[in-house]
Each structure stands twice: as C-alpha cells, then as structure tokens.
C-alpha cells in the first residue's frame, strides 16, 4: 500500500528536549516535505527537498532542522523545543514532475511544555 | 492580507444540501488549485484538481476557478454525512511552493 508513515503520532515533550518526528515513504518519490498545521492559519510549510541531499526552506523554517540522506526518508528535528512549536505536523510527498498530488502521512501531534 | 483566505466555518447543512466552499488569494502567479478533504485525525488527501482558470467535474464534486477574480470554489451536490471533514483549498505556481487555505469544516446532518 502506498503511504507516507509518521512517527510519533503523538508526542509530549519538555522544553529544550530534542526530539526528532520521522518520515517514510515508499512510492519513490523524489519531493518530500515537512508543514504545520494550527487553528486559523492552515498547512505552513517549514522545509522541502527536491531530492537527496537537497533541502530548502519553507515559510516556517525557525527552529527546525532536516536532512535528506535516503530517498524515502525525511526526519524533521527539533533540536531545542520551544512551547511555540507545540503544533500539528504533516510529512508529505510527490513526484517531482506530478504537479499536483501531495501524499500526506496521518500527522504527528506534538505538546512542548 | 493573507495569501490565501477561506471561510473558516463550521459549516453544518442537511443531507442532500448543496454545498459551496471558497476561497480567495492574492498571488496572481498561481497557476494549480487544489481542493484537499481532511478527516478527524488523518491527513489531507486530494480531492480536485485544476490547471488554470475553468471548471472540472467529477462526481458529485465540482471545482471552479476564476483566475480574473481570484476566486476558486468546490461545489458538492447530494451531500452525505460522509462528506462531513474540513475542505482546505490549495494552490502553487510553477514552483513547489504550495500554499493552503485555512479550512473550512463541514458537516453534512443525517
């Protein structure tokens, strides 16, 4: 079956606890990206990659981190936590030259206390 | 101004209703909308899809674009109960930068 696999689903951290939510997908898609969601403000992109080894930032960038070594994996690292981070967060994915359909995993919700 | 603006809601209507959501934005580069149906704890999967401005069908789902107006909206005929979940519009321009509305919650009454 074809899916994008988040994990943790849900999480409670402290602030300043480094955590990293992982993603994965296995539709061999080159584009994967990382975005938060929160009441009254939509979907908001914190990073992209094109491909391995190719990251770009999003609209949200501060305070994330992310790598992109393999293909089917996309970590998002949040290296000091804040309370402001405490959010919805979506992994998705796409063939770069598929214009449209981004595949979305089931989110990770995260607390920072 | 946002980029993107949607009608938030909730939105409750009875079964069978029609149903139109919409959007609006600011950014004339955008060239794709989307139409994305998101579900109580899942996460959003696409629904519509259109290039430019015009109308596309499918189903009980109509989607409209009017590029002159920057304006896009989703019909729904027959609605169901199924149909019950948050509509988020989206769209991009020929980058990969894509841009969401903030939703709109819909519920459909048996």
């Known amino acids: 079956e074809a899916q994008v696999t988040q994990n943790p689903r849900y999480l409670i951290t402290v602030t300043g606890k480094k955590l990293t939510v992982t993603c994965s997908q296995n539709?061999?898609?080159?584009?994967m990206s990382w975005y938060r969601q929160d009441p009254g403000l939509g979907l908001r992109q914190i990073y992209y990659?094109?491909?391995?080894?190719?990251?770009d930032k999003g609209d949200v960038p501060e305070g994330y981190k992310v790598s992109r070594k393999e293909k089917r994996n996309f970590p998002l690292i949040l290296e000091s936590p804040s309370p402001n981070q405490t959010s919805l967060y979506f992994c998705?994915?796409?063939?770069?030259?598929?214009?449209?359909?981004?595949?979305f995993g089931e989110g990770s919700r995260l607390t920072v206390l | 101004q946002k980029e993107v603006e949607q009608d938030p809601g909730p939105l409750s209507v009875p079964e069978g209703a029609i149903v139109s959501l919409n959007c609006t934005y600011s950014?004339?580069?955008?060239?794709?909308f989307m139409w994305y149906r998101q579900y109580s704890r899942k996460g959003p999967e696409l629904l519509m899809y259109?290039?430019?401005?015009g109308n596309k069908e499918d189903g009980r789902f109509t989607a409209q674009v009017d590029k002159s107006s920057k304006y896009i909206s989703l019909f729904i005929r027959d609605s169901q109960p199924s149909d019950s979940a948050t509509y988020l519009c989206?769209?991009?321009?020929?980058?990969?930068?894509?841009?969401f509305g903030p939703g709109t919650r819909l519920s459909v009454l048996p």
């Open positions: 998705a994915s796409k063939r770069t030259m598929n214009t449209g359909e981004l595949f």
């Open positions: 539709m061999n898609h080159e584009y």
């Open positions: 990659s094109m491909n391995v080894e190719v990251t």
């Open positions: 950014n004339s580069a955008f060239q794709y």
């Open positions: 259109t290039y430019s401005s």
């Open positions: 989206a769209m991009k321009n020929y980058g990969q930068n894509f841009v």
